[in-house]
């Protein structure tokens, strides 16, 4: 952020800075001269950015009531949108600064929360991400909990099973009570098998020093339990190096945690003391020892292998990115494990079989299976057009009737055990978190080179049937014949080579012309 702020500055750009940060340290050296905005008062945002256009410094960080969850907003990501189910939370971690932004937990309605999915699945949107400081505690302050919530939500979702489910980040203490009926969401066909709970220790002595209200049993019992009722149950968890007091046998124990579960994500952090909080005033890990133990531990991380054992299997996929590499589009399975699969932008917003290809430590590809993908002629509108058109008596069927069913649960009534040596299957481990793409360049590279189709519209004059209603088409996948490296390398060895000989050719010719003369 402050290197942001820096570049700004340096290039004279009129700059507003927005969030935790500002809220929780306003006094910092970087803010100073620039417009801020409060983690209260984004409905502002359009104001304070005229006012700094002319050149005034704003500040506005008051708190007031939550910020409604109709704001217009332009997406990111036409295919995902981002709802926050509340805001603040419940704990008082010893090491964090965000409660001294957000404050105490508050928590939107139940009914806001769902007349807000009905309007973005109208839309089009095809994924929605459920955003919270902890998912778990939503509803405590307002008398409701989790999965009064998350059902709620599902029963809103297409039946065709067109938009899904991501459920957010949460923290143990609070999903402790809820673990069945949450197995039970995360068993529907419209919600991802993926959640995120961060352990941050394997040390009970030092998840107290941290004040994070939970052990390492009860961390255990909330991913043991969703391993063994949830089929292909995915967990990412989160650890922080070197917290104050932390004794080599303290990490070794997370070490060990690590290693026996295998988690096929892990966010791993070195301590970093925030100015105003309790564990920045604790006596330090020397910091050359914090560096070691963060080394260390990726280097168990990276030693396990979550996607072997994958290629040449099947999966379904929801298409909704391009990736990084411009060259494929990147879906995800029930599982939430990313698919790198080479097709047209036309796919976006899609769901389709997948064929694994290959396989590496960070990606997986995969084909797309011809026949196999499903378009949902649903027209992103805005629920103004919406209104507009029924003005108008002029509303165009855009729903789909799929025989498949959200309703009911896809779970197999058999249990999958997650044993204490991996969690559920970790070859489909998910490598995103947020929806950020990650994948190493390498692997990104492939045996041909492809070129992108940028128009994936179709054009045709034929425009009734694919505006019917309740219907499903089968689109053909474009298989773009590729170019040989290889080829094209040989080629052109062999005209340098070829220009090299009639150079050399010349120059003989030229040289025994002046001899003999």
């Not at 390492?216 to 991913?223: A, S």
């Not at 917003?349 to 590496?360: F, H, N, R, Y």
């Not at 089968?474 to 060895?493: F, K, P, Q, Y």
Request: glycine residues 8%.
């Amino acid at each position: 952020m402050t290197t942001l702020i820096s570049k700004c500055k340096n290039a004279n750009k009129p700059l507003v800075v927005a969030g935790c940060v500002p809220q929780g340290s306003q006094g910092l050296k970087e803010l100073e001269g620039i417009s801020i905005i409060g983690v209260q008062q984004i409905d502002r945002v359009v104001e304070v950015v005229e006012e700094t256009l002319k050149g005034h410094e704003v500040r506005l960080l008051s708190r007031k009531t939550l910020p409604s969850l109709d704001l217009p907003k332009v997406r990111k990501n036409k295919f995902i949108e981002i709802l926050p189910i509340n805001v603040g939370c419940l704990g008082a971690c010893t090491y964090c600064k965000t409660k001294h932004a957000r404050g105490h937990l508050g928590s939107y309605t139940i009914d806001s929360l769902v007349d807000r999915v009905k309007t973005v699945v109208s839309e089009g949107v095809r994924e929605i991400w459920l955003s919270s400081e902890d998912t778990g505690a939503y509803g405590r302050d307002i008398g409701t909990n989790l999965p009064n919530l998350l059902n709620a939500i599902v029963a809103e979702l297409p039946v065709d099973q067109s938009t899904m489910l991501r459920i957010g980040m949460t923290n143990p203490p609070f999903i402790l009570e809820h673990l069945k009926e949450i197995a039970a969401v995360l068993c529907h066909p419209c919600v991802y098998s993926f959640l995120h709970v961060p352990v941050q220790s394997g040390s009970d002595s030092v998840l107290k020093a941290m004040n994070r209200e939970y052990t390492v049993g009860e961390f255990r019992k909330v991913v043991d339990t969703l391993c063994e009722l949830v089929p292909g149950m995915q967990i990412a968890t989160d650890i922080i190096c070197g917290f104050p007091g932390e004794t080599d046998e303290d990490f070794s124990e997370t070490v060990n945690l690590v290693k026996e579960y295998q988690f096929p994500q892990v966010h791993i952090s070195q301590f970093y003391p925030r100015p105003g909080t309790p564990a920045a005033r604790m006596k330090k890990v020397p910091s050359n020892e914090v560096k070691k133990r963060s080394r260390e531990l990726t280097s168990v991380f990276e030693s396990f292998s979550p996607y072997q054992g994958m290629e040449g299997k099947v999966e379904k996929i929801w298409i909704t990115e391009i990736a990084s590499d411009g060259v494929h589009l990147v879906g995800h399975t029930k599982g939430y494990i990313q698919v790198l699969v080479t097709a047209p932008d036309s796919m976006l917003g899609t769901s389709a079989d997948a064929k694994i290809t290959s396989v590496g430590r960070w990606s997986v590809f995969g084909v797309v299976v011809e026949g196999s993908v499903a378009v949902i002629e649903a027209p992103i509108q805005t629920s103004a057009e919406l209104q507009e058109e029924h003005v108008q008596n002029q509303v165009e069927e855009a729903g789909c009737c799929a025989t498949d069913s959200c309703g009911a649960c896809a779970c197999s009534n058999e249990a999958q055990p997650c044993g204490p040596d991996r969690c559920g299957d970790a070859l489909r481990a998910p490598q995103t978190c947020g929806g950020d793409v990650v994948t190493t360049r390498q692997e990104a590279l492939q045996p041909t080179l492809v070129r992108r189709s940028v128009d994936g519209t179709t054009k045709g004059s034929d425009s009734t049937a694919a505006h019917s209603a309740g219907k499903e088409q089968r689109v053909e996948v474009v298989t773009r014949r590729g170019v040989d490296i290889d080829t094209v390398l040989w080629c052109g060895l062999a005209a340098s080579f070829a220009v090299t000989v009639a150079l050399l050719a010349l120059l003989t010719s030229k040289i025994l012309s002046t001899t003999s003369h």
